[in-house]
């Protein structure tokens, strides 16, 4: 579709000229998230500043006839938006203000394009944080968050995004603004729940009520190291058997450690194959008997050893190692898919075994670091685009595992979304009457198609035909 | 005031269930009665397959379809415009799977809360649900209808606690919602537009449920205090705080005595605010957070009560209840603004002012407060006093005297999103066969 110069001049009057991207050289910071390469650049990016010119700019895309794709900082890891058919992208980076504070209520009302970080960091002083915390937190925004119900490793205890919203403004396909709203338990169905996670098809997040926590009293951070995956897998079982759950319980092995190691100089054994991270927080009373028992779970499965991060500066190198793992990777291989399976926790063993089994099988080095706690892993498939054949090898590996993980009882995707990525997938995941009441949902909001149209569910068009992006990673 | 106008469906041709054994389908009667309404049968499904014929056939002849559980909330809700049959799925009664090391359970819908939670004890877990009247409450009407208790504020309601569930929806088809596991993002979240839909989208026939395991060690601790305001206070300084609490909740039985209140605040009841706190977690943990408690509401640790359950009011069916909702720091401000205007209310000059006796239980961490009178007299002060406004964001009409609910704004004004909502119930119930008409502007 070309987009004429009457439509661009109204654009502009909306949004200012500089809300307005176009040009091939400007455009390419645009043409993928963090799953692609794709040259799939918009025609044009609107970058509104208030609600108010988003819904004016989509009601007159609206009245056009003429899809759009909304576009966050751009760090979702499934194609989300990836534009498709959609001529125009917009964003939200220029809607940054934070609102309003309201700790009486333990609520901050902040406009999407809030970088996650920067919520904790507004409310930090006073010993509040909001919880959700992806590995992109540093860069990733609050729509994107709330469009892709983010997670992180700190979910296993406190739960997603989408358990921490009290309240979303969204202008919907039609150009309307609306509140959705469960304050008070508000009588009607949840479409704060139904909107969250949605990929951008449902609507633009313009900004979110969220709910903030306070610090807890005490953390303690633990690093258990492992000969291999099958023992720290097992030990994830130990402990979630013991009855404890820990904020976070995370799992790298011998490939991820050897490149985090190399970036960040922690200091772990080069002789582990597998590590796992575990904080425990709440009261300081009971906090080290509980560390206790997690080490003697830990040891119980063949932990080598337990080291307890000493204070506030070795904890956040731990994490940091583990947050950036991904940037790591480059250190291993020129290119790398991250898959983004569950599983039950109790199946991370047979799960792990598969990967291995698939790694030999396709010949390509398989890294893995997992959410185990949650049992959702992310296999990182290393490889080389230069060489010929090994995207396809990459991508059939990575749809088996994915497989796999149905199988087992799992899902395929935890965190990252469906996007493009996994569309192919959803017939697996889900019988057709399931696929067709989603569609039948994704229609109650988006009656016409134009928001972020051929995501999440497969359309009445059938297999769509998009181009499989060259995969990446990240989350 | 909603007005629910009827439909007249035609008479059942029970012929057509002829599939189900014996005790399955009965003719409705008098005790059946939602707003003065008699179904013309009920049907109680031991097979999804007789759940699913029930709904196709209802959609074929637009007949009215109410789900009922274990009965304990069948009562809330508009007037239905139909209901021709009562459809109970007590009888879907399998604990299907439990899965300790996972942390989840499934179960059919008619399984009762307690009966669930007695079988997860016995693996050292819980469902973190506290649902009232939980020997009758089934897990399907929970899920339905999002049912809480104090532990919302620990561990959400469920619509936090639900991973997947399996539905009959209004046009009959069979859907899976969600999954199995705790974390799952693929395609759209169905499991968060079912639960609470109270029935009008589709039929739950079994639920998968994240389970937490059972605390080493737990209490309850009741702090009172003679005013709201000395409540409000320890409220703020204890929801400020950092303590993990799994419940905090509110007790107030304040009894409106007209004629002792004309005379002096010695001769009347002086009603005593109650914080209820929950903590659990280790024997160290569970005292060290009784100690903070009692220094956040200034009380010597030897001096709190210790309870076992949450009081409650006594249940009477003359006295109206309601349930509202509000910013947490907004609740109790909100209360003492509805308790001054029932006591005006119920005063009526020159006539014989009667007592009014009313409970209030609440969750304080989380803004919401039902409030029930213990007879009949007040009842049209109450609903008056809690109309949506101001600090009340939201109010729901849970029982009205004589159960009838026609011409009573039971949901209160329609959210903001109505219109998003009447589009998603004409999608899965094209023919409002599910409850129709009973939820928000009469979905």
Known sequence: MSLDSKLLSELRAIVGADGVVEGRASLKVYECDGYTLAKAAPELVVLPQTTGQASEVIKLLAARRIAFVPRGAGTGVSGGCLPGDAAVMIGTSRMRAIRH???????????????????????EGRGFYYAPDPSSQSACTIGGNVAENSGGPHTLK???????????????????????????????????????GSEGTLGLVTAARVRLMRRPEAVTTLLAIFPGVAEASRAVSAIIAAGIVPAALEMMDALVISAVEAAYHFGFPSDAGAVL?????????????????????????????????????????????????????????????????????????????????????????????????????????????????????????GDEILRACLDLGGSISGEHGIGVEKLGLMGAAFGPETLAAMAD????????????????????RGCIEVVRPRPRGGG | MTTTPTRASEPIDTTVFASLGPGQLRPGREVDALSGRVPQIVITAREVEQVRAAVTEARSKKLGVIVSGGGTLLHVGNAPRTFDIKLATTALGRIVEQNPEDMTVCCEAGVTLARLQRSLAKLGQRLCIDAAAEEKATIGGIVATNATGGLRYGFGTPRDLVLGMNVIDGCGRTLGAGGRVVKNVAGYDLVRLLTGSWGTLAVVTDVTLRTHPLPAAAATLVFDFASASDLDAARGRVFGANLPLAALDLAVDLSVDPASDAQSSAGGSVPIWSLIARVEGSEEEVAAQGDRLCALCGRDPADALEAWASPAGAEDSAGAAV????????????????????????????????????????????????????????????????????????????????????GHDVWGPLPASFALMRELKRRFDPDSVLAPGRFVGGL
């Not at chain 1, 039609?174 to 909107?195: I, N």
Request: hydrophobic share 45%; charged share 20%.
């Open chain 1, 101 to 123: 504070l309201d700790l009486a209520n333990r609520v901050a009302e902040v406009e999407a394009g809030v970088v996650n970080i920067e919520v904790t960091r507004a409310v």
């Open chain 1, 441 to 460: 949902l994704r229609a109650a909001f988006n009656p016409l198609g134009l928001c972020n149209p051929n995501k999440v569910v497969p359309t009445d």
């Open chain 2, 323 to 406: 349930r509202i909702g509000t910013e947490p720091a907004d609740l109790i401000p909100a209360l003492v603004d509805i308790l001054a205007q029932v006591r005006q209310g119920s005063v009526r000059p020159g006539a014989k002012s009667k007592a009014v006796s009313l409970f209030v239980g609440g969750h304080l961490g989380n803004g919401i407060a039902r409030l029930q009178l213990g007879n009949a007299a007040g009842g049209a002060a109450l609903l008056r006093a809690t109309e949506v406004g101001g600090r009340v964001r939201t109010r729901v009409i849970e029982r009205v005297p004589a159960g009838d609910f026609s």
């Open chain 1, 158 to 196: 406190y739960g997603v995004t989408v358990n921490h919203l009290i309240a979303i403004e969204v202008v919907l396909p039609s150009g309307e603004v609306v509140w959705l709203d469960r304050c008070g338990d508000a009588p009607g169905y949840d479409l704060v729940g139904v909107f969250t």
């Open chain 1, 277 to 397: 991270i575990i904080e425990l927080d709440g009261l300081a009373a009971g906090l080290d008997g509980l560390a206790e028992r997690v080490g003697q779970a830990c040891v119980g499965e063949g932990a080598s050893e337990i080291r307890r991060a000493a204070d506030e500066a070795e904890r956040a190198l731990l994490w940091k190692s583990r947050k950036r793992a991904f940037g790591a990777m480059g250190r291993l291989t020129p290119n790398y898919c991250t898959q983004d399976g569950v599983v039950p926790r109790s199946r991370l063993p047979e799960i792990v075994a598969v990967v291995a089994e698939v790694s030999s099988r396709y010949q390509l080095r398989i890294a893995n670091l997992m959410h185990a706690g949650d049992g959702n892993i992310h296999p990182l498939i290393l490889y080389d685009e230069s060489r010929p054949g090994e995207v396809e090898r990459v991508l059939a590996a």
